[in-house]
C-alpha cells in the first residue's frame, strides 16, 4: 500500500458527460502528479500541484482541469467526455524537496467511457 | 525525440533466471534521476528502483539491480533470480533537474513474462 488513494476505483460513464476524479496524497507530501494510461500506452504525464499551485503541465486537454486543496487532496475533472478519454488515470504524490524522492502512486481510477 | 526508450515490448524469462529490460534516456540537464516502476495485472504502479546522475554506483534493491552506463545514457533494469510473481509491465522513468516541480517522463514499457 502506497498511502496514496484514489476513488472511485471504477467509473462508467457516456460521452459528454463530466466526472470528476479524486486523489489523497501520502500524509505529509506536497506534490500531486496525475497520468493517463489508455490502453497499451504508456503513462502520459498530465498535470502537477505543489502546496495548491499549479506547478508543471504536460499534455493535458482543455476540457480537464485539476485542482488540489488547502488539505492537499486534488481532484481531476473531466468534462464533454469522449469514447477516448476512456483510461486508467493515476495520481501520484511525492514528497521532499531531495531529488531521490520519487514519486509514490495512487491504485488508480479506470474510467470508461460508453 | 523521446525523452525515454524502452526497445522491448515483450520479453520472456525462465524462473530463476536473470533478465535485464534496457532502457535509454535522453536529456542534456546534467542533473537527473532515474526509476522503474512495475505495474502488475492488478493494475497498480509501484516503485522499484531509483539511481541519481550523480551516483557513483549502480543502485541495488533486493533482486533489483540499475546498469547505469552514463556516457551511453542508458539506465537497464537487472533482475536476478526471476519469479513467477515478476510478471508484469515495467516502465523507467526520469525526472530533469533537481527542482520538486518538474516532470517525469515514462517510457512505453516492457512486458516480462516469467516462465515456470
Known amino acids: 500500500d502506497s498511502g496514496v488513494t484514489q476513488t472511485p476505483k471504477h467509473l462508467i460513464t457516456a460521452t459528454g458527460q463530466r466526472v470528476t476524479l479524486r486523489c489523497s496524497p501520502r500524509s505529509g507530501d506536497l506534490s500531486v502528479y496525475w497520468y493517463q494510461q489508455s490502453l497499451d500506452q504508456g503513462l502520459q504525464f498530465l498535470i502537477q500541484?505543489?502546496?495548491?499551485?499549479?506547478?508543471a503541465k504536460g499534455n493535458i486537454l482543455e476540457r480537464f482541469s485539476a485542482q488540489q486543496f488547502p488539505d492537499l487532496h486534488s481532484e481531476l475533472n473531466l468534462s464533454s467526455l469522449e469514447l477516448g478519454d476512456s483510461a486508467l488515470y493515476f495520481c501520484?504524490?511525492?514528497?521532499?524537496?531531495?531529488?531521490?524522492?520519487?514519486?509514490?502512486f495512487g491504485p488508480g481510477t479506470r474510467l470508461t467511457v460508453l | 525525440a523521446q525523452k525515454i526508450t524502452q526497445t522491448q515490448p515483450g520479453m520472456f524469462v525462465q524462473e530463476k533466471e536473470a533478465v535485464t529490460l534496457d532502457c535509454t534516456y535522453d536529456t542534456s540537464d546534467p542533473s537527473y534521476g532515474l526509476f522503474w516502476y512495475k505495474q502488475p495485472s492488478s493494475g497498480e504502479m509501484i516503485f522499484l528502483i531509483y539511481?541519481?546522475?550523480?551516483?557513483?554506483q549502480n543502485a541495488t534493491e533486493g533482486r533489483y539491480s540499475l546498469n547505469f552506463q552514463k556516457a551511453r545514457k542508458s539506465a537497464n533494469l537487472v533482475i536476478s533470480a526471476s519469479q513467477l510473481g515478476d510478471s508484469a509491465m515495467y516502465f523507467c522513468?526520469?525526472?530533469?533537474?533537481?527542482?520538486?516541480?518538474?516532470?517525469?517522463?515514462f517510457g512505453s514499457g516492457t512486458k516480462l513474462n516469467v516462465k515456470p
Open positions: 522513468a526520469m525526472r530533469e533537474g533537481l527542482s520538486n516541480f518538474n516532470k517525469f517522463y
Open positions: 539511481q541519481g546522475s550523480y551516483d557513483q
Open positions: 501520484a504524490s511525492r514528497g521532499g524537496l531531495a531529488s531521490t524522492d520519487t514519486q509514490y
Open positions: 500541484y505543489y502546496n495548491g499551485e499549479e506547478r
